[in-house]
């Protein structure tokens, strides 16, 4: 079975600080990739990753930062944390053949 | 006009009733397609994939129109346990990023 686990299921910051949300995959995959989803909007990609070091940006990256230092660890990062962050955030993996994503538990975080 | 678009319900319905969703998406040149489901508060799983000669996984029936770029998705004999959001995905058209698009999701409950 596949299994991408996230570091937190609740994590609660105030404004400013920083803030990392880790995701990690035991299958092997190439890909991995950063959604937050709020009710109305669905999912929206923040960051993806083809391969180690690498990141590519999706359509909302502002306000975010990733690293990828190891091919089954994908990081998401807040360098200063603000209200409008206050979201659920789903880290993804898949591989670079198959078009499904699984998905972690998600990380519900609230910024005050 | 958004890239995929669901109606987001709610679809109320009795248990053992037919029910169906359709989707629509604007990128002519998507070529995979997929239905996930997403229950309250947990991360969204694939339900089935979506062929273009159409599929059926027991109770659950996808169809691909290509033509009208329209993605349906037709459970028979609907169980409490149905009760959830139907997310319809379809890729980006390949390219270099290949990046699967979440519609916002129908949300379908199923009454005893």
């Known amino acids: 079975d596949v299994k991408v686990t996230q570091s937190s299921r609740y994590l609660v910051k105030r404004t400013g600080e920083k803030v990392f949300l880790e995701c990690v995959q035991d299958?092997?995959?190439?890909?991995m990739f950063w959604y937050r989803q709020d009710p109305g909007l669905g999912l929206r990609l923040i960051y993806f990753?083809?391969?180690?070091?690498?990141?590519e940006k999706g359509d909302i990256p502002e306000g975010y930062s990733v690293s990828r230092e190891k091919k089954e660890r994908f990081s998401l990062i807040l360098e200063s944390a603000s209200t409008n962050q206050t979201s659920m955030y789903l880290c993804?993996?898949?591989?670079?053949?198959?078009?499904?994503?699984?998905f972690g538990p998600g990380t519900r975080l609230t910024v005050l | 006009r958004k890239e995929v678009e669901q109606d987001p319900g709610p679809f109320n319905v009795p248990e053992g009733a037919t029910v169906a969703f359709n989707c629509t998406y604007s990128?002519?040149?998507?070529?995979?397609f997929f239905w996930y489901r997403q229950d309250c508060r947990k991360e969204p799983k694939l339900l089935m994939s979506?062929?273009?000669s159409g599929n059926e996984d027991g109770r659950f029936t996808a169809q691909l129109n290509r033509a009208s770029q329209y993605i349906s998705l037709l459970i028979r004999d609907s169980k409490l346990s149905d009760s959830a959001t139907y997310l319809c995905?379809?890729?980006?058209?390949?390219?270099?990023?290949?990046?699967?698009?979440f519609g916002t999701g129908t949300l379908l409950a199923v009454q005893p």
């Open positions: 993804a993996s898949r591989t670079e053949t198959y078009n499904e994503q699984f």
């Open positions: 299958m092997d995959h190439e890909n």
């Open positions: 990753s083809y391969d180690v070091k690498m990141k």
């Open positions: 990128n002519s040149a998507s070529q995979s």
């Open positions: 979506v062929y273009s």
């Open positions: 995905v379809v890729n980006d058209g390949g390219g270099a990023t290949n990046k699967l698009i």
